[in-house]
């Protein structure tokens, strides 16, 4: 979940949807700007494409991430 800048939410979704292991990308309302499906099976993976990939972006104001497992 991505908590950004005002106003810079539809520049943010098109920047993270080409990112290799991104499924979805959806805009929301409440406290969080933008949703982000990434699938992987390693967390390390995972982790990289958060820190190196998606919080690089800038107008990011914060990020939250929530591990699901199968």
Do not use: H, W
Request: glycine share 8%.
């Amino acid at each position: 979940m991505i908590n950004c800048e005002m106003g810079s939410e539809s520049s943010i979704i098109e920047r993270v949807k080409p990112i290799e292991g991104v499924k979805e990308v959806v805009g929301v309302f409440g406290n969080y700007d933008v949703l982000v499906k990434i699938q992987s099976t390693n967390i390390d993976e995972i982790s990289q494409i958060i820190v190196e990939n998606i919080r690089r972006l800038g107008k990011i104001r914060c990020t939250t991430t929530l591990m699901c497992a199968n």
